[in-house]
């Protein structure tokens, strides 16, 4: 099983500065990598796809990058409603895993 | 729109079993491979098991192996999760969702989740 290792287990920055998020796989994943974002008390919603591909609707301060091993999300000017929890999750095998997650608080 | 519809949790006993259903509507149900994935009550999120648009591929996480079994009728546009031998550790919401689109990747669409509860 490939283990997901999101880092920093919380992350805290103030609205309008850049927060960067990052997930290591235990072996490689390709690029078969998805980024979600969940708030509480609502579903995960799927932000990105491929390692860096913006799903439908995303807007474009979010941004992701790596392949392989080493993915990072990255959120270019933090809006009020980004604060939640983030999850990578991989794709490229089964059983498919997801990280822990990241909070993101506002500092 | 799509929606994605959960049902069927609720309280059970240790030992006990559940039928959770997912009713699908506003896209064409049967060319697309399903999921189930569950999170613990303040915990992260759990991959359960995976099966594709016409059956053929159905995969399980080694936690739920053996004890739950995945199923859809693309007639009736609707996934569902038979869960027995439940165990307390099984308590979660559980999230019926989309894979997206062939050549794209993750999960697309999800529902709102319902609540497995195992206790005695």
């Known amino acids: 099983e490939i283990v997901m290792t999101q880092s920093p287990a919380t992350l805290s920055v103030s609205p309008g500065e850049r927060a960067t998020l990052s997930c290591r796989a235990s072996?490689?994943?390709?690029?078969?990598l998805a980024w979600y974002q969940q708030k509480p008390g609502q579903a995960p919603r799927l932000l990105i796809y491929?390692?860096?591909t913006r799903a439908t609707g995303i807007p474009a301060r979010f941004s992701g990058s790596g392949s392989g091993t080493e993915f990072t999300l990255t959120i270019s000017s933090l809006q009020s409603e980004d604060f939640a929890v983030y999850y990578c999750q991989q794709y490229n095998n089964w059983p498919r895993t997801f990280g822990q997650g990241t909070r993101l608080e506002i500092k | 729109e799509v929606q994605l519809v959960e049902s069927g949790g609720g309280l059970v006993k240790p030992g006990g079993s559940l039928r959770l259903s997912c009713a699908a509507s506003?896209?064409?149900?049967?060319?697309?491979?399903m999921n189930w994935v569950r999170q613990a009550p303040g915990k992260g999120l759990e991959w359960v098991s995976s099966?594709?648009?016409?059956?053929?591929?159905?995969y399980y996480a080694d936690s739920v192996k053996g004890r739950f079994t995945i199923s859809r009728d693309n007639a009736k546009n609707s996934l569902y999760l038979q869960m027995n031998s439940l165990r307390a550790e099984d308590t979660a919401v559980y999230y019926c969702?989309?894979?997206?689109?062939?050549?794209?990747?993750?999960?697309?669409?999800w529902g709102q989740g319902t609540l497995v509860t195992v206790s005695s």
């Open positions: 099966i594709s648009s016409s059956s053929s591929y159905i």
């Open positions: 072996q490689s994943v390709s690029s078969n």
């Open positions: 969702a989309r894979d997206s689109a062939a050549g794209k990747g993750g999960c697309d669409y």
């Open positions: 506003g896209f064409t149900f049967s060319s697309y491979s």
């Open positions: 491929g390692a860096s």
